[in-house]
């Protein structure tokens, strides 16, 4: 990329005017009166023009800065999505946690042997979901990290910026400036990447819940009898174990 030569100070422009009034009063004896209302207004426009580059510098980071104020916000607001969401699953953690222990207890001194095969099929199907549940809190757990350290970033980058920003006000160089605008298009990406690691994420936790095979009642018969018959054995077992 190529780069512009700064903009002189404001005191080199001053004294500048100062020598070109000069020079003014001299060509006037020289040419007409239009040839140097053209040339003073020519000198007067890039005055302008130098005053106002240094005016949309600093405008230009003051917006860059208010973009990563916008989405440190952003992401503040989807960590706490996310925090909600991890004490949740906490929480029916710990719910099907004990379930998985009253069902064991009830299969192993039910009496009644339709109860305990019944107990110890609620039993199995507790433990399933307890293995479902740390999956998808594993998962949360990793995006709640990708997600604070993103904002991290993000608030570090913004005093810089911040810091920035006052040095260029201070010495109204407009190399400042465009170093300080260039500096501003890494966090964004940052976020952008933690956002896309945690949609894919949550994606494929999406698409795994829906892909469920077709029902097949007579398939399902047949595993239901070797579903019992596999109950039987271990109920059995488990009751010898506390005899």
């Known amino acids: 990329m190529c780069t512009r030569s700064a903009a002189p100070p404001v005191s080199s422009i001053i004294s500048n005017l100062s020598g070109l009034a000069h020079s003014l009063l001299y060509r006037a004896k020289e040419v007409s009166m239009n040839r140097m209302k053209r040339?003073?207004?020519?000198?007067?426009?890039?005055?302008?023009?130098?005053?106002?580059?240094?005016?949309?510098?600093?405008?230009?980071?003051?917006?860059?800065?208010?973009?990563?104020?916008?989405s440190t916000a952003r992401a503040?607001?989807?960590?706490?999505?996310?925090?909600?969401?991890?004490?949740?699953?906490?929480?029916?953690?710990?719910?099907?946690?004990?379930a998985v222990e009253v069902?064991?207890?009830?299969?192993?001194?039910?009496?009644?042997?339709?109860?305990?095969?019944?107990?110890?099929?609620?039993?199995?199907?507790?433990?399933?979901?307890?293995?479902?549940?740390?999956q998808r809190?594993?998962?949360?757990?990793?995006?709640?990290?990708?997600?604070?350290?993103?904002?991290?970033?993000?608030?570090?980058?913004?005093?810089?910026l911040s810091e920035r920003k006052n040095l260029m006000r201070t010495r109204q160089s407009r190399a400042e400036a465009a170093h300080g605008m260039a500096s501003t298009t890494g966090p964004i990406g940052d976020?952008?990447?933690?956002?896309?690691?945690?949609?894919?994420?949550?994606?494929?936790?999406?698409?795994?819940?829906?892909?469920?095979e077709p029902f097949d009642a007579f398939e399902a018969e047949l595993e239901a009898v070797d579903?019992?018959?596999?109950?039987r054995l271990e109920l059995e077992a488990l009751r010898s174990e506390g005899s």
């Open 76 to 98: 503040r607001v989807q960590l706490k999505r996310v925090e909600r969401d991890q004490q949740s699953l906490r929480e029916q953690l710990a719910e099907e946690e004990r």
């Open 39 to 70: 040339w003073t207004m020519s000198v007067t426009s890039w005055v302008d023009g130098v005053l106002a580059q240094v005016e949309n510098h600093e405008a230009a980071v003051s917006a860059a800065i208010g973009r990563v104020r916008q």
């Open 137 to 160: 809190l594993a998962e949360h757990e990793r995006s709640h990290k990708d997600l604070s350290e993103g904002i991290r970033m993000l608030n570090a980058r913004l005093s810089e």
């Open 103 to 134: 069902w064991r207890r009830r299969a192993k001194s039910a009496e009644d042997e339709a109860v305990a095969l019944e107990c110890l099929r609620r039993f199995k199907t507790s433990e399933r979901r307890v293995q479902q549940l740390r």
């Open 227 to 231: 579903e019992t018959r596999d109950l």
């Open 191 to 212: 976020l952008e990447e933690v956002f896309d690691r945690w949609e894919t994420r949550v994606g494929e936790i999406e698409i795994a819940s829906e892909c469920a």
